[in-house]
C-alpha cells in the first residue's frame, strides 16, 4: 500500500483538466492506498483572494470532490489551513531551500511575467510549501497533471536534501503519478495552450449542458484537411486530446478516419464531443447540486479529515524536529 497525497488550489471550480488530469486519478487510487486529498486554500492566497469569496471557493470544491466520488469513508479530504502543522513543516523546509532554485521554477517565470504587479514571495516559495503538503504524510505517490512534473522534482530534491542533510532515510522521494501512463495536459478550447482556470477556454464539471454544448462548438479548428493523413493543426489536434479522454475509442478511431481521408465535419466532431463531455460532467452537476446543501454533510467531512490528518501531520513534525535538534527543556 502506498501513501498518496494530492491537491487542487480553491481558486474556483474545477474544470476537464483539473478532473483528467489529477482528480479522477485520485477516485481509482482511493481504494488501494492511504490517500489523503485537500483543498490547497493557502496557495488560492497568492492571489489574494477576496475574503467574502475565499470560504464559498473551498466549499464549492469540496462539494465537487465529493460529488466526483471521493469517499471520505476512505480517504482523507481535509481543507489546508486546517492543518496548520504544513505551515511549520514550510518553515522548517524552506531554511534549506535557495532563492536560485526558486527563481528557475517555470511556474514562478510565468507568473513573474503574467502578473509582474503581485510578485509576492508566497508564489516564490509555492514548492516549498507543496513539498510540505506532500512531505508531511510521507508520500509516494502524486496524482498530478503534466504541469506539476518539475513541483514534484523539487519535492524530491528537498526531501532528499533533508536526508543528506541529517544523515537520515526520513522522507520518501514521492513521484508525480497518472493512472497506467504519462502524466496528461488536457488543453483549452482556445486553440493552443491547457485548459486553465484563469485563462477562459475551460469546460467546469459544473457547467450545465447547454453552457457546454455552446462553448464546444465555438472551439477553434481550421480550414479542414486538404491532403489525406497530413498533420493535424494545433487546434484541431487539441479536440481530439480532449475526445480520447472523453469518448469510447470507437468514436476516436471513426473521427481519426474521417479526418484522414479528409472527409472530416468538425461540426460532427464537436457535437460528439460536446455530448460525451456532457454525459461525463452531468451526474456530477447532478451530484454538486445535492451536496451543496447539505452544510451537515459538508461540516462532518471535514472534520472528519482535519482530525485523520493532523494525526499524521504532528507526528512527522515532531519527528522532524526531533532528527534537526529541538529538545523540550
Ligand atoms: P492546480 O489547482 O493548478 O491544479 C490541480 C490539479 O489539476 C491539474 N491540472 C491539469 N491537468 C491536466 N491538464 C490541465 N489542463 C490541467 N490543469 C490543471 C494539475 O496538474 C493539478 O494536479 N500546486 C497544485 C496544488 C497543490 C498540490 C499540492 C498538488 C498544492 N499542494 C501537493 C499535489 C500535491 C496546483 O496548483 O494545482
Known sequence: METVVSGIRSTGNLHLG?????????IKMQHENNCYFFIADYHSLTTHPDPAHLHSNVRQVLSEYLAAGLDPEVSTIFVQS???????????????VYIGELERTSSF??????QPEN????????????????????????????DQEQHLEMTRKFARRFNTMY???????????????????IPGLDGSGKMGKSEGNGVYLFDEPTAIRKKVMKAVTDQGPTEPNSVKAEP????????????????????????NNCEIRYGDLKKQLAEDIVAVTAPIRERILEIQKDEEYLRKVVKMGAEKARESASKTVAEVREIMGFKKF
Not at 510578485?119 to 497533471?145: E, F, Q, R, S, W
Not at 544523515?167 to 495536459?185: D, H, R
Open 167 to 185: 544523515n537520515v532515510e526520513y522522507f520518501p522521494e514521492p513521484s508525480a503519478y497518472n493512472f497506467g501512463s504519462e502524466l496528461i495536459k
Open 109 to 114: 517565470k510565468e507568473k513573474v511575467r503574467k
Open 119 to 146: 510578485v509576492n514571495a508566497g508564489l516564490l516559495t509555492y514548492p516549498t510549501l507543496m513539498a510540505a503538503d506532500i512531505l508531511l504524510h510521507k508520500a509516494n505517490k502524486v496524482p498530478v497533471g503534466k
Open 82 to 96: 486546517d492543518v496548520p502543522e504544513v505551515t511549520e513543516l514550510y518553515l522548517l523546509l524552506n531554511m534549506h
Open 18 to 26: 483539473n478532473y483528467f488530469g489529477a482528480l479522477r486519478n485520485f
Open 236 to 259: 484541431v489536434e487539441n479536440l481530439f486530446t480532449i475526445l480520447k479522454v472523453v469518448s469510447s475509442p470507437d468514436t476516436v478511431a471513426f473521427f481519426e478516419e474521417k479526418y
